[in-house]
């Protein structure tokens, strides 16, 4: 419950994100559930950070598949976010994340949303 309390805090502090991450990998499924929510309402904060990013790359992971689509359909709704996370420490994994969850349809958008970033045409190049 305190954790939850500071979860922008924790989220994006150099340390506290590996609390979060750990905690998505091994909390209850009640427990999951909240915290994916607090991702959800505090998306944009988490995606300008660094290490809110790595909070959210977990999400994409650890969050049953509706929460996860609906987190990436949120990235791409935003040009200049998603670019400034794939432009982030951890835009591979983000990328690859985003690739995973996504159907057709969003792949294509995520495509057309990045088309000639290099960073992003490289994560593309390491996956295939």
């Not at 990436?72 to 994340?97: C, P, Q, W, Y």
């Amino acid at each position: 419950e305190l954790l939850l309390a500071g979860f922008l805090l924790i989220s994006t502090h150099a340390y506290g994100h590996f609390v979060m991450q750990s905690l998505l990998q091994n909390i209850d499924e009640k427990q999951r559930i909240r915290l994916l929510d607090l991702i959800e309402q505090h998306l944009t904060e988490l995606a300008l950070r660094s290490h809110g990013c790595t909070v959210i790359c977990a999400a994409l992971v650890h969050g049953d598949s509706m929460t996860r689509c609906i987190l990436a359909e949120m990235l791409l709704e935003d040009r200049d976010r998603i670019a400034f996370m794939v432009d982030s420490k951890h835009g591979d994994t983000l990328i690859s994340n985003l690739l995973d969850v996504l159907e057709c349809a969003g792949y294509q958008r995520l495509l057309a949303l990045l088309e000639g970033n290099p960073k992003f045409e490289a994560a593309l190049q390491r996956r295939s």
